[in-house]
C-alpha cells in the first residue's frame, strides 16, 4: 500500500525509476513537471501523483479533516473519460489516449479517496465501473489493464469495492471472484515463507514470500481498504494449514507471518533491487495496519513504537504518503498522530498542500492536537483540578467567618 505499492508495481513493468522515494532516506527528487496548486508533495509526481493525493484525503478524513475543495477537485480531475486514472497527468484537460499509461491501482486509491471525501459519485462510479471491465479471468486484476493478476492490486481493488458497498464475493470473472486470487497467491504452511502471500508467481509457477504483498492481502482478505481498526484476535496464532483456505484464513495465515517477521527487530527489512540493507519503513507501517486488523493488536503496537522511534526522518523525506501511511498505522493501534515521537503527522501532512478543516472542534481536540499531547482530557483535569482548589479557598473562607 502507498507510494512504495505503486513504486513496486511499476518497476515490475520496468519503470523502476518510482522505487527511489519508496524506501530511501536521501532526500526526495527534484520535480520534473510543474506542481499542480492543488496537490500535495514538492516531489516529482509523474509515478505517485495521484497515488499520494488519495494516501492524503484518506488520512485526512480518517483524522476527522473535510479535504480543502482544491485538493479533491485535483483528484477527480485526473480521471480519464473511460473511468480510470493514471499516475499522473500534467495536462488533465487533454482527453487521454494510448500514450496515456492507466492502472488499477491509482484507480483504486482514488475511489477509495473520493468516496470518503464524498461530493464526487459520478466520477467513483465511472471507476468502479472501469474496474470492473478489467477484472481477469482468475479473479483478481493486475496493475496494468490486461496485466498478470498480483496480490497487491488485487487487494486495492478491493478496498475499492468495498468503499462503495459492494461484496468484493460477488464480482466475479469466469466464476472467480477477488478473494480466490488471494487464496491462490497464499503460501502453504509447509512451504519457506508459509502464510504469506506471493505478488506474482514466478515464470515457472513458484510462489515466494513478499511482505508488501502480505500485508496488503491482509487487508483485502479481510474486505478491507487502506483505514482499519483492531479486529479480533484470530483462534490460531500460527500458520494453519488447510487446501481451501477461506478469506478469513488467508488472512490469519498471512498476520502469522508478519507477526514473526517483525518479532525481533520490530520492523522489516528493504528488499527493494538495488536498495541499501536498511529497514523498510513504508512496509512496516502498512504491517502496522495489517496487524491490527487481523486482531495482533500486541505486535501491531510493538512495530508502531519502533516506527515511532525511528520514521520520523523517513516521513520527511518521502513525502504525503508516507505521512498518511504512519496516520493510518496511528489510527489501526490507537495512538496519536499528533505526537509522533515529538513530531505531528498531521501538521506536517496538512502544511505540504492545500489546508483542509476540522469536521468538528471535537474532532480537532481528541484527534490532531497540533502536536502537543495534549488532549481534551488533559484540559478536563486542568479545570476539575482549578475547581477543588476554589472549592477549598470558599470552604477555608467560611471556616474563618465569625
Not at 203 to 220: H, P, S, Y
Not at 326 to 331: E, G, Q, R, S, V
Not at 363 to 388: F, H, M, N, R, Y
Request: charge should be positive; hydrophobic fraction near 45%.
Amino acid at each position: 500500500m502507498n507510494v512504495r505499492r505503486s513504486a513496486a508495481a511499476l518497476a515490475a513493468v520496468g519503470v523502476l525509476a518510482a522505487a527511489a522515494p519508496a524506501t530511501a532516506a536521501g532526500p526526495s527528487p527534484s520535480p520534473k513537471v510543474a506542481i499542480p496548486s492543488g496537490l500535495y508533495g514538492t516531489s516529482d509526481p509523474t509515478y505517485d501523483g495521484v497515488w499520494r493525493q488519495s494516501l492524503t484525503l484518506i488520512a485526512q478524513r480518517t483524522l476527522g479533516y473535510r479535504p480543502a475543495t482544491q485538493a479533491v477537485d485535483w483528484l477527480a480531475g485526473q480521471q480519464c473519460a473511460s473511468g480510470a486514472f493514471a499516475a499522473f497527468r500534467a495536462t488533465p484537460a487533454k482527453a487521454c489516449d494510448s500514450k496515456v499509461m492507466v492502472d488499477t491501482n491509482s484507480t483504486a486509491a482514488a475511489v477509495q479517496a473520493l468516496k470518503a471525501a464524498g461530493g464526487h459519485d459520478d466520477t467513483v462510479g465511472k471507476a468502479v465501473t472501469w474496474l470492473k471491465s478489467v477484472q481477469n479471468k482468475d479473479g483478481g486484476w493486475g496493475y496494468l489493464p490486461a496485466g498478470a493478476s498480483d496480490a497487491n492490486s488485487t487487494s486495492v481493488v478491493i478496498g475499492a469495492l468495498t468503499a462503495v458497498g459492494t461484496d468484493p464475493a460477488n464480482v466475479r470473472k469466469s466464476g472467480k471472484s477477488p478473494y480466490d486470487l488471494l487464496a491462490a497467491m497464499s503460501l502453504r504452511c509447509d512451504q519457506d515463507g508459509g502464510g504469506a502471500l506471493a505478488f506474482q508467481p514466478d515464470k515457472k509457477g513458484k510462489l515466494a514470500a513478499n511482505a508488501d504483498a502480505t500485508a496488503a492481502g491482509v487487508l483485502g482478505a479481510l474486505g478491507k481498504g487502506f483505514v482499519a481498526q483492531a479486529g479480533k484476535a484470530p483462534a490460531h496464532a500460527a500458520c494453519t494449514r488447510t487446501d481451501h483456505p477461506t478469506p478469513a484464513r488467508v488472512a490469519d495465515n498471512a498476520g502469522a507471518y508478519l507477526a514473526a517477521a517483525v518479532a525481533r527487530t520490530g520492523h522489516l527489512q528493504s528488499v527493494l533491487p538495488g536498495a541499501k540493507d536498511q529497514p523498510d519503513f513504508g512496509n512496516t507501517a502498512d504491517t502496522v495496519v495489517a496487524l491490527a486488523a487481523d486482531g495482533r493488536t500486541e505486535q501491531a503496537k510493538a512495530s508502531y513504537a519502533w516506527l515511532e522511534k525511528n520514521a520520523s526522518q523517513w516521513a520527511a523525506q518521502s513525502g504525503p504518503a508516507a505521512y498518511a501511511q504512519l496516520i493510518l498505522a496511528a489510527h489501526a493501534v490507537g495512538a496519536q498522530p499528533g505526537d509522533f515521537g515529538g513530531t505531528s503527522l498531521v501538521r506536517s501532512l496538512n502544511a505540504l498542500g492545500p489546508a483542509p478543516q476540522m469536521a468538528t472542534e471535537q474532532k480537532e481536540k481528541t484527534k490532531s492536537d497540533g502536536g502537543s499531547g495534549l488532549g481534551v482530557w488533559w484540559v478536563v483535569g486542568v479545570c476539575l483540578i482549578a475547581g477543588i482548589g476554589v472549592g477549598f479557598l470558599l470552604s477555608g473562607r467560611k471556616k474563618k467567618r465569625p
